[in-house]
């Protein structure tokens, strides 16, 4: 089964988070949306800080488990360096949209609708985190 718990948090610059945390009962990992816009590397940090890292989706049933979480363009993990994860590991699965992966600038992933797009790294999304 799936636990699904929504925490938000109010902050006196009128800013806010919101925590919508999946916890899979027969996985070992759980997904942590934040409602924060962050450059991919602050995104990063701020999962590695707070949680384990940004999310490696290694199958279909993670994509969807994901897809199902966001509801706004996204960052997972993903970045161009022969395309790996960012918890180091490579990349086994993908889910690009049309057109992408594409040429130039565009280092970091972000996921939309289910689909991976390609970006600039320094482009503000919401992100999605992991935990062990």
């Known amino acids: 089964g799936i636990i699904i ?3 938000s ?3 006196a610059d009128s800013s806010m988070v919101t925590l919508v945390i999946i916890n899979r009962t027969k996985g070992s990992s ?3 949306l934040v409602n924060e816009r962050k450059t991919w590397s602050d995104a990063q940090s701020y999962c590695r800080q707070r949680y384990t890292d940004l999310a490696s989706i290694r ?3 993670e994509n969807e488990e994901i897809r199902g979480l966001i509801n706004d363009t996204s960052w997972i993990g993903l970045f161009r360096d022969a ?3 960012s918890d180091g590991s490579t990349m086994s699965f993908s889910k690009w949209a049309d057109n992408h992966p ?3 600038d565009k280092h970091c992933v972000a996921s939309h609708l289910g689909k991976w797009l390609d970006y600039s790294c320094s482009n503000r999304f919401y992100f999605v985190c992991y935990s062990k």
Do not use: M, P, T
Request: include cysteine; aromatic fraction near 34%.
């Open 59 to 61: 199958n279909l049933a």
């Open 9 to 11: 948090y109010y902050f």
């Open 5 to 7: 718990v929504c925490k």
């Open 102 to 104: 594409s040429e130039g």
């Open 83 to 85: 395309w790996k994860w």
């Open 30 to 32: 759980r997904w942590i």
